[in-house]
């Protein structure tokens, strides 16, 4: 294992309560088993799952304050709600204090709460690692979302930022603007995504029925001359 994440878990070990460090390995693993999934640097997806709550060991004020000191913008969401600025102060100590200089690891550290629009494959990956990883049990939606997240990531991050805001909405919870953007973008996503894939199926069947394919005749082969065809070599 590398020396350097070697180093971090030991000290978040020291720095988490046993709950938010347990919590935080579950998130790495996860991060790290999406990464196989949608071919994505692996060493990455850890560091971002291991430093994402870093800053969560201190209360809302201490935040808010520490966020002033340092220069970090507060957005309206966060000031009334400033459990929300473990984010992005998480990202100013990954970057300050652990010494990642990586930016998709600091930008989905900083956005793991909240979403953004025109989210990374890491800012997913993290954002949905942080829902479905091992150890969680409350969301009444978590075994179709870790089903989910393995067949269709920008899916799953629409699904989870959904149920979270009708969460918050059902609770009277006051609800940051960034997450609403992000969930607005995510819905374009996905519907493009689907858009597209009805357009090829479209295709497809007007190829089968003309018989032809790129504007040539083509016949399709059946199972059985398929498998001879491969048998020949
Ligand atoms: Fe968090
Ligand atoms: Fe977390």
Not at 4 to 18: A, F, T
Not at 57 to 72: A, N, Q, S, T, Y
Not at 89 to 100: F, M, N, P, Q, T
Not at 134 to 155: H, I, Y
């Amino acid at each position: 294992m590398d020396e350097k994440i070697l180093k971090i878990r030991k000290h978040l070990k020291k720095k988490l309560d046993p709950y938010r460090y347990e919590h935080t390995l579950g998130v790495a693993l996860t991060c790290q088993a999406l990464a196989m999934r949608y071919g994505f640097d692996l060493e990455k997806a850890e560091l971002a799952g291991l430093l994402h709550d870093c800053a969560k060991r201190f209360d809302g004020r201490v935040m808010l304050e520490k966020c002033e000191r340092h220069g970090i913008v507060v957005s309206e969401g966060e000031r009334r709600d400033p459990s929300l600025l473990h984010a992005k102060l998480g990202a100013w100590y990954a970057k300050e204090k652990y010494g990642v200089t990586d930016v998709e690891i600091l930008s989905a550290i900083a956005c793991h709460t909240t979403g953004k629009p025109g989210m990374t494959l890491l800012d997913k990956i993290l954002y949905v690692a942080d829902y479905i990883e091992p150890r969680r049990n409350k969301a009444d939606n978590l075994t179709e979302m870790r089903r989910l997240a393995f067949l269709d990531l920008d899916l799953a991050c629409l699904k989870i930022m959904e149920h979270i805001l009708s969460y918050l909405e059902s609770r009277d919870c006051s609800i940051d603007a960034m997450t609403v953007a992000a969930c607005v973008d995510m819905r374009r996503i996905v519907k493009e995504g689907a858009d597209c894939r009805l357009e090829a199926k479209k295709e497809e069947m007007t190829d089968e029925s003309t018989g032809k394919r790129n504007g040539k005749n083509c016949r399709r082969r059946s199972g059985g001359e398929k498998r001879r065809g491969y048998k020949g070599y």
